[in-house]
C-alpha cells in the first residue's frame, strides 16, 4: 500500500456516518440517522448536504459576476485643486509603482486581485474534488478550505479604506475623495465569495477517502 | 478516544463528539481546563476548557459595548491639510457611501464594525450571564448563541482597524492626519473580541445552556 500521508485514515476514527448517527455541524452533538433537527441546539442535521454543492456553485458564481464590475469601474473619484481623477484598482496601483511606492502596490495588487483570484480558483477546486476525487490529499484541501473560509472576510478592507478616506477626505477646494461604484461590486464580491465557502461541507473532502486508499493508486 | 464499537444506544450518544469539520466520531472526555482536545485527523479544537472562562467572557463583553459606544461618541480621526481641517466619527465612517445603490454599503459597513460586533457582546451576555451566576439556562439561550455563532464572521471590526491603517499610509503624503480618542477605544475594541472569542469554548457553552 504505496500511499501518501495526507491521504492515510488514522485506523479506529470511525465516522459518525460510518456509526449510523449524524452529528451536529453547529454543537457536534450527535444523534441516530435520520434524526431531522438537534435536540440540543436546534440546527437541521445532515449527514451530507447534498445541495451543499449547488449552493457553493450559485454563490461562487454570484461572486465571479459582481468581480468583473469591481474591476471595471472606479473604486474612488479623488478631486484636488488642479485634477479630478478616476481610478480603478488596478489603475490605483500601477500609478503607486510608478510614483515610487511599489510595496504598496504590491500589497494592494496581491490583497485586491491575488487573494480574490486564488479564492475562486480554491473554492472551485474543492467543489469540483469533493465529487470526483482528487490526488490532493485530504489534510491538503482541509488546510485549503480552512485559509479559503479564514482569509475571505479580509479582503473588505478595501471597502472599508474607500469608506474612511471618503469619510475624511471631504477638504472643500484643497482635496475630496469620493467612493466609486467598484466599492459596492467588490462589496458584494467579498460577501457572495463567502457565502459560497461557508456553503462547502467539508466533511465531503474526508469522504471517499477510505475507498481510495483501498484501491489501487488511481490519480 | 473512539473505539468504534458500542456507539447506539440512545443513552449513550450523549458522551460522544462528532468533529463538525470531517464528521470524524470521537468519545468527549474530561478535558482539563487550559488544555485542548484535538481532532485526529483535520486538527480541528472540538473542546478547549478554561478555568472561569465564563466570568472572563462576560466582562470583556461589557467592556465590548461601552467601546462601540464610546467609539461611535468621540472623534476618530481628523485630518489637516493647507488650512482646512475634517474629523469624522466612526458613524460618519460607516456610512459614508451616501446616495443611490452605494447606500447599501453604509449599511453592511455599519452592520460589519458596529451593528453586529453590539449584537454579538448582547447575545454573549443573555447567554453567559444566568450559567455563569448559577441561574437556569434563559429561555432563548439556544437561539441567542446560535446567532452570536452565526454572525462571528460578518463582524469586522479587526479588518476596519487594519484599513484604518492602510488608510492612513495612503493619504499620510496629502494630509496630517491625527487619531481621536475613539481610534484608541476601536482598537481596544479590537483586542476585547479577539480575546472573547479564544475563551469562548463552544463544546461547553452548549453542554451548559442543554439544561434549559
Redesign the interface.
Known amino acids: 500500500m504505496a500511499l501518501d500521508r495526507g491521504r492515510v485514515t488514522l485506523p479506529g476514527i470511525p465516522t459518525a456516518r460510518e456509526a449510523g448517527l449524524v452529528a451536529c455541524r453547529r454543537c457536534t452533538r450527535v444523534w441516530p440517522m435520520g434524526t431531522a433537527a438537534c435536540g440540543r441546539c436546534g440546527a437541521r442535521l445532515v449527514s451530507r448536504d447534498a445541495r451543499s454543492l449547488s449552493r457553493v456553485w450559485a454563490w461562487w458564481l454570484a461572486g465571479v459576476l459582481a468581480y468583473v464590475p469591481a474591476n471595471a469601474y472606479p473604486m474612488l473619484r479623488t478631486r484636488t485643486l488642479f485634477f479630478t481623477e478616476e481610478q480603478t484598482i488596478v489603475e490605483g496601483a500601477v500609478d503607486l509603482l510608478l510614483n515610487g511606492s511599489p510595496g504598496i502596490a504590491v500589497v494592494i495588487l496581491v490583497a485586491s486581485l491575488g487573494i480574490p483570484i486564488a479564492k475562486f480558483l480554491c473554492i472551485a477546486f474543492l467543489a469540483l474534488s469533493a465529487r470526483r476525487g482528487s490526488r490532493v490529499g485530504a489534510g491538503t484541501r482541509m488546510r485549503m478550505y480552512e485559509i479559503v473560509d479564514y482569509i475571505g472576510r479580509w479582503s473588505m478592507i478595501d471597502v472599508f479604506v474607500v469608506a474612511i478616506l471618503a469619510s475624511l477626505v471631504q477638504l472643500d477646494v484643497v482635496a475630496s475623495i469620493d467612493p466609486g461604484p467598484a466599492s459596492l461590486a467588490f462589496a458584494l464580491s467579498v460577501i457572495f465569495t463567502m457565502l459560497s465557502a461557508q456553503a462547502f461541507d467539508p466533511r465531503m473532502i474526508w469522504d471517499g477517502i477510505e475507498a481510495e486508499a483501498a484501491g489501487p493508486g488511481r490519480a | 478516544?473512539?473505539?468504534?464499537t458500542g456507539?447506539?444506544g440512545?443513552e449513550g450518544?450523549?458522551g460522544?463528539?462528532?468533529?463538525?469539520?470531517?464528521?470524524?466520531?470521537?468519545r468527549a472526555a474530561e478535558v482539563a481546563p487550559g488544555t485542548r482536545a484535538v481532532c485526529?485527523?483535520?486538527h480541528t479544537v472540538?473542546i478547549s476548557p478554561r478555568r472561569r472562562a465564563g466570568m472572563a467572557v462576560i466582562s470583556l463583553a461589557l467592556a465590548a459595548v461601552v467601546l462601540v459606544a464610546g467609539a461611535l461618541w468621540f472623534p476618530f480621526?481628523r485630518?489637516d491639510?493647507?488650512g482646512?481641517?475634517?474629523d469624522?466619527t466612526l458613524w460618519?465612517?460607516?456610512?459614508?457611501?451616501a446616495g443611490g445603490?452605494?447606500l447599501?454599503?453604509s449599511f453592511?459597513?455599519a452592520a460589519?464594525?458596529v451593528v453586529i460586533p453590539l449584537a454579538r457582546a448582547g447575545l454573549i451576555l443573555y447567554t453567559l450571564a444566568p450559567v455563569v451566576f448559577d441561574r437556569p439556562p434563559a429561555r432563548h439561550a439556544?437561539?441567542a448563541?446560535?446567532w452570536s455563532?452565526a454572525l462571528r464572521?460578518?463582524s469586522?471590526a479587526e479588518?476596519?482597524a487594519?484599513?484604518?491603517a492602510?488608510?492612513l499610509?495612503?493619504?499620510a503624503d496629502?494630509?496630517q492626519?491625527s487619531l481621536g480618542p475613539a481610534f484608541w477605544m476601536f482598537a481596544a475594541l479590537v483586542v476585547v473580541t479577539v480575546v472573547q472569542d479564544r475563551l469562548v469554548c463552544?463544546?461547553s457553552v452548549?453542554r451548559s445552556i442543554?439544561a434549559a
Not at chain 2, 460522544?16 to 470521537?26: G, R, T, V
Not at chain 2, 460618519?92 to 457611501?97: G, K, L, R
Open positions: 478516544m473512539a473505539d468504534g456507539f447506539i440512545a450518544l450523549e460522544l463528539i462528532a468533529c463538525p469539520e470531517c464528521d470524524a466520531l470521537y485526529a485527523r483535520c472540538l480621526l485630518i491639510a493647507r482646512f481641517w475634517q469624522a460618519e465612517v460607516a456610512t459614508s457611501f445603490p452605494l447599501a454599503l453592511a459597513v460589519a464594525i439556544r437561539e448563541f446560535r455563532e464572521p460578518w469586522m479588518i476596519f487594519i484599513g484604518c492602510v488608510s499610509v495612503k493619504i496629502l494630509a492626519v463552544r463544546w452548549w442543554e
